[in-house]
């Protein structure tokens, strides 16, 4: 069963949606009309096991990455978090300290990006740490920027450095991507926020470079050429590569939980960097074709497939 | 530890709440401004063996509780819903089919109520089903009722019958009431968009009429006193009662997930149906005293607090 699968099932029975839903489900959030305006929402769940170990990671960035998750929803539609409700389904034996810490890391987190948390729920149960939480955002004086509007002959281009997330570096100390990532809110902004720069199609990394391009390439009916040698490398990317013996671009394109953002634009209008952020052009849109949704142009020339995990070799 | 505690905790640390947020946390729904109105918003979750089981609920009947959980949130404001989102956290052996069932469910259960789900979160994991619906509503046209405006003098009402929630009956057959009602939306609304029926404090009854009055007594500072014979007993109520030898009262105010409104009101203004309801004075609130917040007045004339499980008289 996958993901996917069952995200289209549901996609596909809002065929007709109701008079209000300005953005249907899809994109990094939906909108739907209110009062006088927009509201952008999207929901993220953080599961012990799945995207955190609460037997190792601390309390303070598991609370903080069931925020800053939801946050990065709202940087690549590049609208203005609101407001927070969050859940929890605490394990039996957790313990109100611990319950507190969690909550107040959370609290501080949305209000550091001025998203205050306004209401939740707490259960308890004989199962583990679950935390979901709820962003809205409003566009602000910014259309949302979607994932559908990617056109042939736009460059592509990723915010950071990727690959490697979920390993934990010494220098800085103790910094784990997945965990510690800045939401690229005001990056986005800045971005949309002028015609020249404003990107044609938008999202946020979470399941790789080379899976979430695919998105925007399936939403937006074009295809996409990465260049393996463009693609900024991490430093976890590359202790990664050593240890698997895969080349390091391979872990940038597959790796996953960048939380950085990847964009289409016009080519030769965007910024090197933006607030000391690295902005990198890493390949262009093409027409679409029969072949993959995502290739990558390797050292060699020649081309690889992206879809799935074999890194197939298509030319 | 104790959930409400853990609640507080997070309300005190929203002391200083940010401008926008027009309603704080401690309410049904909180609320925040967006564009040019107020967008209210409530989370809640359902986790299989505390809100359900699934070895034994249907499906459709989970899914649906799912959504109209938050719904009966929605009412308690008099809000009308806008749209939902769902984080679901699957076991990894659930299959397909039942995932596509569940979330058919929780479609049209959404759709039944104009509140379309706009967007989803999917994980599996190695631990038991949960689902957590986040439900955004605006007032459109009628002031969210809250749980702070009670007044002494008000009469206290009810929705429904109350009691035995948890049980299945024969008649109608298979109806669990947790699985199986109906959010007061329409009546709430009914209910406050006239000067004369305007609750002045409104709550949905998810823990029992006991400790969700003493909520609205709680942020109103005043008190209630219950008539033990005037509270409208459900037949799964009196059933539970004979199993228990408790008696039927106990149970309707004590057994929680009725998900009826409990409002105070001017008394003699408010029909005793609404949409072929039952709406039922049930008591009165009167000044603060240092007593408990709800107390409840037995046939015999003496009372008794109905604060915990031990159901203490005082008098």
Redesign the interface.
Known sequence: ?R?L???S??YR??AA??V??S???GDD????K??????L?????V?D???FDLSTDPLEKIGRKAMTRNLSDAAAMAARP??A???A??PKD???DR??TL??VM?ATA?RF?C?????????????L?L?V?V?A?PDGIDPVLRSGAKVGDAVYVTGKLGGSLITLEDPPDYTHHLDFTPRIDIARKLATSIATRPHAMIDLSDGLALDLARICEQSGVCAELDSDKVPISTAADITAKRSGQPAWQHALGDGEDYELCFTAQPGMIPDQIDGVPVTPVGRIVEATTGPRVSVRLADGTFADTAGLGWEHVG
Chains 1, 2 share one sequence.
């Open positions: 069963m993901e699968e069952l995200l099932h549901i029975s809002n949606l109701p209000g839903v953005i249907p489900p959030m939906g909108a739907v209110v009062g006088g305006g927009a509201v929402v999207t929901v993220d769940q599961a096991g799945v995207h609101v407001a409700v969050a859940a389904c605490l957790f313990g109100e319950a507190k909550f107040d609290h209000d001025n205050p948390l306004i209401g939740g729920d707490i259960s308890m149960w004989d199962q583990r679950i979901t709820t809205f409003e």
